[in-house]
Every structure is written in C-alpha cells, then in structure tokens.
C-alpha cells in the first residue's frame, strides 16, 4: 500500500483546524481523515529531515521493525554509534 506524505515549508502553522479535530475527537465525535502532513521551518530543516542516511533509517525501520539501535545499525550497514545519532537527533526533527 502506497501511503502520500504532504511536506509544508513554511515558518507560521495554523493549527486551528487540529484544535478542532482534537476537540471533536474528544466529544466523541468521528473525524474525517486527513491526508498526513509534515510541516518544517525552512529548507534547512527539510534538507536535514530528507538526508539519504535518514532515509535509509525511515525505510528500514519500516520494513524491519528493527527492536533496538544495534539491529538497526546492522540491517543498514553502519555503526551502532552513528545510527544512535542519527535516530535519536535528527529524525526526532521528524516528530
């Protein structure tokens, strides 16, 4: 299943239309779904989130599962260490 993630650029986020749905969400009421959204800063930001190590990281979590730093590290190829960075800052950009 092929799943689209919309990418936002932009400094200023209304979040009025998540208060909304948050606040429906709490009456109990059903929610329309929403296409998923990331928004981010600048390019900047973009270009860090959208590395290919990071990537590469987002994939394999995906489609392995994997239950720790070290098994993810070794389904990619690299170091314990570098994937710990990796995973810990700068995907956490991501959310």
Do not use: W
């Amino acid at each position: 299943m092929t799943q689209a993630l919309h990418v936002r650029i932009n400094s200023s986020f209304d979040r009025s239309d998540l208060e909304d749905t948050l606040a429906a969400l709490d009456t109990g009421e059903s929610v329309d779904p929403k296409p998923s959204t990331l928004s981010v800063e600048d390019l900047e930001t973009f270009s860090r989130i959208f590395r290919p190590t990071n990537l590469e990281l987002l994939e394999a979590i995906a489609d392995h599962e994997p239950d720790s730093i070290r098994e993810l590290a070794r389904i990619v190829g690299r170091h314990p260490p570098e994937v710990t960075c990796d995973a810990t800052y700068r995907l956490s950009l991501s959310g």
